[in-house]
Nanobody
Framework: QVQLVESGGGLVQAGGSLRLSCAAS????????MGWFRQVPGKEREFVAA????????RYADSVKGRFTISRDNAKNTVYLQMNSLKPEDTAVYYC????????????????WGQGTQVTVSS
């Protein structure tokens, strides 16, 4: 069983930055791809970013490309999402997830999910 715990969310003004962390336990973290998704009430969960098991390849949604950076530290079993130049439309609950398939934008390809952390960007 895998447990994923996100942290680092909060309230920030537009143009500001936040760094989300996702700590993993259970199965061998370094063997799996990781992803970040976000969701607002009434909408489907939206892909944000993904990173391959080694950290050597990443993928981003067009809406965050150039502003967000996904990274991982396999020694610490942790994946990060650095979010810069935040906009009000980035407001959502952010989830990390684990997958056997690198780069998928489809939530059903991810096997394990964290509980989410709220990010609110004020204008």
């Amino acid at each position: 069983q895998v447990q994923l715990v996100e942290s680092g969310g909060g309230l920030v003004q537009a143009g500001g930055s936040l760094r989300l962390s996702c700590a993993a336990s259970g199965r061998t973290f370094s063997r799996y791809a990781m992803g970040w998704f976000r969701q607002v009430p009434g909408k489907e969960r939206e892909f944000v970013a993904a990173i391959i098991w080694s950290g050597g390849s990443t993928r981003y949604a067009d809406s965050v490309k150039g502003r967000f950076t996904i990274s991982r530290d396999n020694a610490k079993n942790t994946v990060y999402l650095q979010m810069n130049s935040l906009k009000p439309e980035d407001t959502a609950v952010y989830y990390c997830a684990q997958s056997k398939v690198y780069g998928s934008t489809v939530p059903s390809d991810y096997n394990y999910w964290g509980q989410g952390t709220q990010v609110t960007v004020s204008s």
